[in-house]
């Protein structure tokens, strides 16, 4: 047999000496979720992930970073008092994520990515990503100069990078243009250009207390049904001024992650989502999987497909338990 390629797995040395793709700590971005009150509780939804105090978030950080995992992805989850129907808490100067983006800056400076979430569904009252009439709809426009607005809060606070993830049109040029009027020109901002609807985010919104009231949000998120939108999207993103893109779920949309990776748009980020995460855990506790390894097996298959980072609530445990470094 001329053709063996069993030769080049006959060790770890020649496996390693040939492997296309690694998960390294740089590739990974932690998501947090912060609260103005003081102290931190697990989310029994997302095992080994906390709702955290300012501090403990610090703290937290400081850990993550001596391991080498640099970029952060912050989420406000303010008290059930601040939430009003427009949503203006996100605008406040010392809401809880500029307090945060201070604190972390001050603490870590350049060495640390801080990007912040920019959509208004933790702060509503109704849980909706955007204003909404009377009727109950969501308001496209009546919404941008809001997210922009607080895009802008978390760059004065020393954000480096904003993450819209409202799926609202035309935001990424509002946020762009206002960032841009008032100096913050070197703001990146991740742009969600792909983001679909259902059922894969539950964890996350139990974690930020961000379900909508009524409805669902399949007005604003894509159909999962759809490809072709997406990309659409994401070059329209890239021509507003996103500087990277977001794609969100990410196991699902590996067709998606490869389809834009060949359209050379921009770096792409993919979301190992709440319930990507929550499932592996779960299966893990219950004996079934060997959830570490599952869990790598995951991400290095999003790396595979195309994605530079990935936002993994695995970020932490990975690092901590050396299963990368
Ligand atoms: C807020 C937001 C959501 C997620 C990220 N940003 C929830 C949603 O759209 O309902 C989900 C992340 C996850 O499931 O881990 N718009
Ligand atoms: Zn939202």
Redesign the pocket.
Known sequence: MLNRSRRLRTSAAMRNLVAETDLRPRHLIQ?HFVQPQSGSSEIASLPGILRASVEDTVRQVEQDLKRGLASVLL?GVPDAESKTPDGRYACDHNGVIPVAVRALKKAFGADLIVMT?V?L??CTSHGH?GVVDEHGVVRNDETLPILAEMALRHAEAGADVAAP???MDGRVAAIRDLLDANGYTNTSILS?AI?HAGA??????DA?D??PKFGD?RSY?MDPRNAREGLQDALLDVDEGADMLMV??ALPNLDLIWRLREAQLAPICA?H???E?SSVKAADRLGWVNGDQLMFEHLIAIRRAGADMIVS?AGREAVEKGWIS
């Open positions: 998501p989420f979430d959509c569904c933790g990503c993830s409202d799926m969600y983001k894969y985010y539950g964890p996350f919104r930020a961000s379900s949000r998120q969100k779920p979301y989502v709440s319930s995460f609530y």
